[in-house]
């Protein structure tokens, strides 16, 4: 993974993912939100991509992170974000790959997630994975008002089997 590692989130680290939230979302999580996310609910999981190394030396900071819920068979991805200067790295891809590990260790057989409709790399990313387009949700998000693409990974396949 070179520059970064993917580890589980704590709720300490809250401050740095609300930051990433609020830069790449148009209509972000509150804090209460997230926190609630982290804290309060059973299903939820987070995952986060941290760069540098307190061995060498150097700080450590939080350059994505990945939000899901594995409910009964399913892997439900709910917000994935790298900040701008880090992506087309590989860190979105080992963020879900890690998150569709943890599903099916849980039993987990299928994943879903919806995305915004204009966004392009994340749908190429998305379809690189295995995922497929399912139906449109219209209008689904705001601020501003765009339709949602429902995307589906069934079954769940690891990443040595899409390479």
Known sequence: MGEWVIEPATVEELPDILQIEEACFSAPWTRKMLEAELSGNPFAHFLLAKQGSPDTGGSISIVGYLCFWVVFEEVRLMNLAVIES???RGIAMALVSRALKVGSA???R???????ASNHAAHDLYRRLGFRDV???SRYY???TEDALLMELDP????SDLL
Do not use: G
Request: hydrophobic share 35%.
């Open 110 to 116: 299928c994943a879903v997630l919806e995305l915004r």
């Open 135 to 137: 139906t449109t949700r």
């Open 86 to 88: 880090m992506r087309r």
């Open 106 to 108: 849980q039993s987990a």
């Open 142 to 144: 705001t601020n501003p």
């Open 156 to 159: 769940i396949v690891s990443e």
